[in-house]
């Protein structure tokens, strides 16, 4: 009873509109103070420096730091004109462009949002003023996010393993099957809906291999990043952890060394941008650590395995019941804050009813970074409808398909798990 009032205090500040850090801090850490709980007060602080003291948390920042430091790189103005001769010539030439360049990104930026924004305002216009309409325009550059949740290094997967005590590296490894997957069928409902409205390629023939090779000579430093992270993981030349210390220090020989596009000033630049979001993710992730401390001792997890593996008994009907609770979560609630607040619940529900953590976190990153693209509070719905001023409610309409799409691909990861797990058991 008392851990259900904790939780719902939480969510009900979230709305109210509080910072979520506070959020989460101030519904744990009044659990303390219940005169019923016999737990010395100075256990929520040390709960909340614990949580600082992790070895595999080091990915976060710097993961966040190499998003912010890609454009000034040279890698971003790469991958477009890569993305963009490997795709015109589909019908929807540049929306297609905007699914493979969020493809080639999903290795680099790590975050769906930071995904979203970058390309809106890199695309959104050149979309806009070749006829597409803001809605749509709006739309697409959203979803295209969503496979940067899957694709490594995915922060939200980081978070995921942290907490669930999940092996990050499997979870690399497993999203990069869902990742082309979910790139294939957004691109083919982008071409189904380019076909019924008349949107033109951006080039009038498909590109020769000359043309191809001369854009992929061009960016392949960049396109080599996730290539070398994913091999580095695989056989153990450094952990996940220590590979966003390695992307740093690639971006840097990258934009100084090789493209020479980086100064010292651009550094700073993206080194102050970083300081304010990791600060802002940090701050959510040690107030987490008392709240996930109250759930675990209030036994939250084991109770609530206990009741869903009477109420069913199938793990396949126990995923899609879950996945529905998260969908519909994801909707109100930004999907970092899902993870930290969820993953110690679900985890041991959805392993004691024999279900791969690695194969779940794939589900629950999807489905909750795809809540933040929808009504009524979807973080990157926000982002990019406030960069293209666009209207929420063309931006809801152009979204349906994607939804369909989406949401078919889901329930084809939850039926057959080895489209999830394939890749990591024949690897590791």
Same mark, same amino acid.
């Given at each position: 009873?008392?851990?259900?009032?904790?939780?719902?205090?939480?969510?009900?500040?979230?709305?109210?509109?509080?910072?979520?850090?506070?959020?989460?801090?101030?519904?744990?850490?009044?659990?303390?103070?219940?005169?019923?709980?016999?737990?010395?007060?100075?256990?929520?602080?040390?709960?909340?420096?614990?949580?600082?003291?992790?070895?595999?948390?080091?990915?976060?920042?710097?993961?966040?730091?190499?998003?912010?430091?890609?454009?000034?790189?040279?890698?971003?103005?790469?991958?477009?004109?890569?993305?963009?001769?490997?795709?015109?010539?589909?019908?929807?030439?540049?929306?297609?462009?905007?699914?493979?360049?969020?493809?080639?990104?999903?290795?680099?930026?790590?975050?769906?949002?930071?995904?979203?924004?970058?390309?809106?305002?890199?695309?959104?216009?050149?979309?806009?003023?070749?006829?597409?309409?803001?809605?749509?325009?709006?739309?697409?550059?959203?979803?295209?996010?969503?496979?940067?949740?899957?694709?490594?290094?995915?922060?939200?997967?980081?978070?995921?393993?942290?907490?669930?005590?999940?092996?990050?590296?499997?979870?690399?490894?497993?999203?990069?099957?869902?990742?082309?997957?979910?790139? =294939?069928?957004?691109?083919?409902?982008?071409?189904? =809906?380019?076909?019924?409205?008349?949107?033109?390629?951006?080039?009038?023939?498909?590109?020769?291999?000359?043309?191809?090779?001369?854009?992929?000579?061009?960016? =392949?430093?960049?396109?080599?990043?996730?290539?070398?992270?994913?091999?580095?993981?695989?056989?153990?030349?450094?952990?996940?952890?220590?590979?966003?210390?390695?992307?740093?220090?690639?971006?840097?020989?990258?934009?100084?060394?090789?493209?020479?596009?980086?100064?010292?000033?651009?550094?700073?630049?993206?080194? =102050?941008?970083?300081?304010?979001?990791?600060?802002?993710?940090?701050?959510?992730?040690?107030?987490?650590?008392?709240?996930?401390?109250?759930?675990?001792?209030?036994?939250?997890?084991?109770?609530?395995?206990?009741?869903?593996?009477?109420?069913?008994?199938?793990?396949?009907?126990?995923?899609?019941?879950?996945?529905?609770?998260?969908?519909?979560?994801?909707?109100?609630?930004?999907?970092?804050?899902?993870?930290?607040?969820?993953?110690?619940?679900?985890?041991?529900?959805?392993?004691?009813?024999?279900?791969?953590?690695?194969?779940?976190?794939?589900?629950?990153?999807?489905?909750?970074?795809?809540?933040?693209?929808?009504?009524?509070?979807?973080?990157?719905?926000?982002?990019?409808?406030?960069?293209?001023?666009?209207?929420?409610?063309?931006?809801?309409?152009?979204?349906?398909?994607?939804?369909?799409?989406?949401?078919?691909?889901?329930?084809?990861?939850?039926?057959?798990?080895?489209?999830?797990?394939?890749?990591?058991?024949?690897?590791?």
């Amino acid at each position: 009873m008392i851990s259900t009032l904790i939780l719902a205090g939480a969510f009900a500040l979230i709305i109210l509109g509080m910072p979520v850090a506070f959020a989460i801090g101030i519904a744990g850490a009044s659990y303390f103070l219940i005169p019923s709980v016999f737990l010395p007060d100075a256990t929520a602080v040390q709960r909340i420096v614990a949580s600082s003291q992790s070895f595999p948390l080091l990915a976060v920042p710097l993961f966040i730091l190499l998003g912010n430091m890609m454009n000034t790189a040279g890698i971003t103005q790469r991958l477009v004109g890569l993305a963009t001769v490997v795709a015109g010539w589909m019908r929807g030439g540049l929306a297609q462009s905007t699914l493979i360049l969020s493809a080639l990104m999903g290795g680099i930026s790590g975050s769906a949002v930071a995904d979203a924004a970058m390309q809106s305002r890199i695309l959104g216009l050149p979309m806009t003023n070749q006829g597409y309409g803001r809605g749509f325009t709006a739309a697409i550059l959203s979803i295209g996010g969503l496979i940067t949740a899957t694709l490594p290094p995915s922060l939200g997967l980081i978070l995921y393993g942290y907490l669930g005590e999940v092996s990050i590296g499997r979870l690399f490894i497993a999203g990069v099957v869902p990742g082309v997957l979910l790139t =294939i069928i957004l691109m083919f409902t982008t071409w189904f =809906i380019a076909i019924r409205r008349g949107y033109e390629p951006v080039n009038d023939r498909a590109p020769t291999v000359v043309e191809v090779a001369r854009e992929f000579k061009h960016s =392949i430093w960049a396109v080599l990043f996730p290539v070398w992270l994913l091999v580095g993981i695989r056989f153990g030349f450094f952990t996940p952890s220590e590979a966003g210390a390695f992307a740093v220090a690639y971006a840097l020989v990258v934009g100084f060394l090789l493209h020479r596009e980086m100064t010292l000033a651009s550094l700073l630049d993206a080194l =102050i941008k970083s300081v304010g979001d990791i600060g802002m993710i940090m701050v959510i992730i040690l107030f987490s650590g008392t709240f996930g401390y109250v759930i675990t001792f209030e036994r939250v997890p084991q109770s609530i395995a206990e009741v869903a593996l009477v109420a069913v008994s199938n793990p396949t009907v126990l995923l899609f019941a879950i996945g529905g609770l998260l969908l519909v979560l994801g909707m109100l609630v930004e999907a970092t804050v899902l993870v930290m607040l969820l993953t110690p619940i679900l985890v041991p529900v959805i392993t004691a009813a024999g279900v791969d953590p690695v194969h779940f976190g794939l589900v629950m990153m999807t489905l909750v970074t795809f809540g933040g693209m929808t009504p009524p509070f979807g973080v990157s719905m926000f982002t990019v409808c406030g960069i293209l001023n666009s209207s929420y409610k063309d931006y809801s309409l152009e979204l349906i398909p994607y939804v369909v799409a989406v949401l078919a691909l889901v329930s084809i990861m939850i039926t057959f798990p080895q489209t999830v797990m394939f890749l990591p058991d024949w690897l590791m």
